[in-house]
């Protein structure tokens, strides 16, 4: 099985995430084979990817209108027919239904969405640890025998 990420950050904190995300797949034996950002992503990776993990930041009125960042460059990512994708949100205050409206964009790519988590930036570590546990519980043959 081979993941790749793809993340969306303005300031560094969905990036951080995408690398602990990264890093704690590794450890639990899912072959990691890129974490690219939206405006340089890794096409090959991405071709021979079996899981494609893709996170933004919650952009909205911190309480209110939340919305995943940068939508209009997501719905725009390649297609992704036949894989299965997660996807995560980093914010500060309430992502509100940012991992919902998230999940339809990456569906609308062609991709099967099998997993999501919100990540408080104040909790990147041990955000990304939980949504890795908890996708790999979800689905273990994502590990390697
Ligand atoms: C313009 C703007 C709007 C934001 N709106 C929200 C919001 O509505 N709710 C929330 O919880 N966080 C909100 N945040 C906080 C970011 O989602 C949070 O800091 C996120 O981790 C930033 O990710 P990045 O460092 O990868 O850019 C907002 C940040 C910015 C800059």
Redesign the pocket.
Known sequence: MKAMLI???????????AEHIAEALQKRGVSVTAVSPTTNINYQALSNADLVIIG???????????RP?KAARLRLLPAMKSKQAAVF????????R?LQKLTTIVEGLGADVIGGMS?R?SD?AAGALEFVDRLLASTPKLVST
């Open positions: 993340y969306e950050s303005m300031t560094g904190n969905t990036k951080k995430a933004t930041w919650t952009d909205g009125l911190f309480v209110v209108g939340q960042a949100c980093t914010y500060a205050l309430d992502p509100g940012v990540i930036r990147l």
